[in-house]
């Protein structure tokens, strides 16, 4: 932060705390916006010959954008990850601009760089299921096993983030037909809890040595306390080592595959986009791309070659 001046340290620390306070973004974005900026405003400071004011930052051109870019994809950064460091500038100028009364235009009007969008990689229904039945087989420990196939049922069965899997308390046990989830950005959205996650979740009860209390984590680690996200990346790695699957194979897989089945099945786009909780339709769109994909491999199958 050395290259940049206080004012504009300020500035940025100000625009940082309303998002966390007014616009309810997650730690993590926070974290990304403060990274992306704060190397952008660096830049800014080296490439105009030191630190500069607000003042300097309003007189930012065209040029010097292009100029900002390049040295980023010198740096090695890909498209996707410019594509994000721009849009988090953009979002820190439009707040910048109205607070000091300047035109942003310079800043707003710079093109993202195009990228192929990353279709999820969901797992088929038989891998799916064969995942669930096989994590059990990762732990010596019976509980630890109950523990592993309840985490992951609620990932594939509900659609759950992993963070918002772990979230879960004491007092949501013993899990109601319906659950209020909160995820990115503190969004709350209701989703149904399907009769097997509800038994994995009890058999893990029956079985878990630690005591549940209404506010202490409902998914343990070994020694009583909250369960590391990392344990369950790490079942998952040896479960699709023994199965043979790819590394495309994630906890995350499992939300992306439990939105693809349903779409398979018929599922209505809008209301799985509230199943997931997405904010945008756009994003749960991705898997309209990805059941096409499906469609056209089994059709490419099945036609005759000419």
């Given amino acids: 932060m050395s ?23 997650s730690a993590n974005t926070i974290t990304a916006y403060q990274g992306d900026v704060t190397s952008f405003l660096a830049f800014m400071s080296s490439h105009t010959g030191g630190p500069q004011g607000l003042g300097a930052l309003a007189q930012i051109s065209t040029a010097d954008m292009r100029a900002w870019m390049a040295s980023e ?3 090695g950064t890909g498209s996707r990850s410019l594509a994000r460091k721009l849009s988090s500038v953009k979002s820190f100028y439009r707040w910048l601009a109205t607070r000091e009364g300047f035109e942003p235009t310079a800043v707003l009007a710079v093109r993202a760089p195009k990228f192929q969008k990353k279709l999820p990689r969901p797992l088929a229904q038989d891998a799916a299921r064969a995942v669930i039945e096989t994590v059990e087989l ?4 019976d509980w630890v096993a109950a523990r592993d196939v309840a985490v992951v049922t609620l990932l594939y069965g509900c659609g759950l983030r992993i963070s918002e899997a772990l979230s879960l308390t004491g007092g949501d046990a013993p899990l109601p037909q319906v659950l209020r989830i909160k995820g990115k950005g503190e969004k709350e959205r209701v989703v149904p809890v399907i009769a097997a996650a509800r038994d994995a979740v009890d058999r893990y009860l029956d079985l878990c040595p630690h005591p549940q209390m209404q506010d202490a ?22 479960t ?8 495309s194979a994630t906890p995350h897989a499992l939300r992306h595959s439990f939105a693809t089945h349903l779409l398979e099945a018929g599922g209505d786009l809008r209301a799985i986009q509230e ?16 059941d096409t994909a499906h469609l056209m491999e089994v059709y490419n199958r099945a036609h005759p070659k000419a």
Wanted: charged fraction near 10%; hydrophobic fraction near 40%.
């Fill in 3 to 25: 290259l940049i001046s206080p004012a504009c340290r300020d500035a940025l620390q100000h625009w940082l705390e309303g998002l966390a306070a007014l616009g309810g973004a």
């Fill in 73 to 75: 994809r010198s740096a």
């Fill in 138 to 141: 990762q732990s010596t420990s």
């Fill in 217 to 238: 984590p409902l998914f343990r680690g070994q020694r009583g306390g909250a369960l590391n996200p990392r344990q369950i990346q790490g079942v998952m790695t040896r």
């Fill in 240 to 247: 699709r080592a023994q199965l043979g699957l790819p590394a």
């Fill in 275 to 290: 199943l997931l909780g997405h904010a945008s339709l756009s994003t749960t769109q991705a898997y309209t791309a990805v």
